[in-house]
Nanobody, 127 residues
Framework: EVQLQASGGGLVQAGGSQRLSCAAS????????IGWFRQAPGKEREGVSC????????YYADSVKGRFTISSDNSKDTVYLQMNSLKVEDTAVYYC????????????????????WGQGTQVTVSS
């Protein structure tokens, strides 16, 4: 059974940094994708970034390009989301999710594409 555990959220000032972690377990092969999503109050869940476990391919939402970096430590089965230059509008509950297979540039950001979800972690950016 695939399990995902997200952690690292908290309160940070605008312009600051935060690193989220997603500990993954239970995969039956190494060809899978881990994605980070976020959902702000009253808004739809949106894709932030994703990374392929097998070849390291990454994708980012335009809103976070140049500020967020996704990375993977395969020895620890953990994916990180380093968030720099945080803005108030980055405030949301952040979720990590997973699907078997590589990410596709056409739909990596679609929540329905992911079969496994971890619990969320709140990130609050204050002005």
């Amino acid at each position: 059974e695939v399990q995902l555990q997200a952690s690292g959220g908290g309160l940070v000032q605008a312009g600051g940094s935060q690193r989220l972690s997603c500990a993954a377990s239970g995969f039956t092969d190494d060809d899978y994708t881990i994605g980070w999503f976020r959902q702000a109050p009253g808004k739809e869940r949106e894709g932030v970034s994703c990374i392929s476990r097998s070849d390291g391919t990454t994708y980012y939402a335009d809103s976070v390009k140049g500020r967020f970096t996704i990375s993977s430590d395969n020895s620890k089965d953990t994916v990180y989301l380093q968030m720099n230059s945080l803005k108030v509008e980055d405030t949301a509950v952040y979720y990590c999710a997973a699907e078997y297979g590589p990410p596709r540039d056409t739909d990596w950001y679609e929540p329905y594409d992911y079969d496994f979800w971890g619990q969320g972690t709140q990130v609050t950016v204050s002005s």
